[in-house]
């Protein structure tokens, strides 16, 4: 039966505000610029480089025993699609930027096979960004960037790198993978900052 259509937690789509030109989906598309890395969590490995050269790494199992968080939150797809209510386990970047010495404004995210995105070191405090490793209670799966990946909803999902595996800290701004190629060096979708210049 259909009844359940259109019905998402405890919220109707109906009354859901979604950014402008998003529409709601509710499967989870995969989105990747190039092959699945299978990545072995225990060689798996986290690196934070600060603008002075100084490097703070974690392993696998440094990353679980730090406190963890649960976010639900909505995610926006520049290729236009939303998914509400999404539920991962991570912890906060507040958690790893606070064993780090830094004043670096930007940050620049490497991903296992060379993506990179760019994004204010801002974005990254308060609650607002997290390297998750899983996704509605199961290990995050490689396709959509397990063991570990960024998250930050609150901009679209391309700054979301998958395969994490580091965060340069940048006096700087410097454009990521998509950045270079013309999307929008910010990406706020409540703006619809899709395209540089937008
Ligand atoms: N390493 C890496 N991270 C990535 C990408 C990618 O190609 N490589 N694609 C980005 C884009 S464009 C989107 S929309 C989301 C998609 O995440 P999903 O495949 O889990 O839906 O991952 C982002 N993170
Ligand atoms: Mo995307």
Redesign the pocket.
């Given at each position: 039966m259909a009844i359940t259509r259109g019905f998402r937690g405890r919220r109707l789509d109906a009354d859901v505000e979604l950014p402008p030109g998003q529409y709601l989906t509710q499967d989870?598309?995969?989105?990747?610029?190039?092959p699945t890395p299978r990545i072995d969590r225990d060689s798996w490995e986290f690196t934070i480089t600060t603008e002075a050269g100084a490097t703070h790494s974690w392993a696998w199992q440094q990353l679980l025993a730090l406190p963890q968080d649960k976010p639900t939150v909505d995610i926006h797809?520049?290729?236009k699609w939303s998914k509400l209510g999404t539920a991962w386990q991570g912890v906060s970047l507040d958690v790893l930027l606070e064993q780090v010495e830094s004043t670096a404004d930007y940050a620049l995210v490497h991903?296992?096979?060379g993506?990179t995105?760019n994004l204010p070191v801002q974005d990254l405090l308060d609650g607002q960004a997290w390297l998750v490793h899983q996704y509605d209670g199961e290990d995050l799966p490689p396709?959509?960037?397990g063991p570990v990946?960024l998250l930050v909803p609150h901009l679209?999902?391309?700054?979301?790198?998958?395969?994490?595996n580091g965060i340069q800290l940048l006096e700087q701004d410097e454009p990521g993978?998509?950045e270079t190629l013309g999307y929008h060096e910010y990406g706020d979708p409540w703006r619809e900052q899709r395209y540089a210049g937008d």
């Open positions: 989870f598309p995969v989105l990747s610029a190039g797809c520049v290729t991903s296992h096979g993506y995105t396709e959509h960037g990946r679209y999902l391309w700054k979301s790198a998958k395969w994490v993978f998509w």
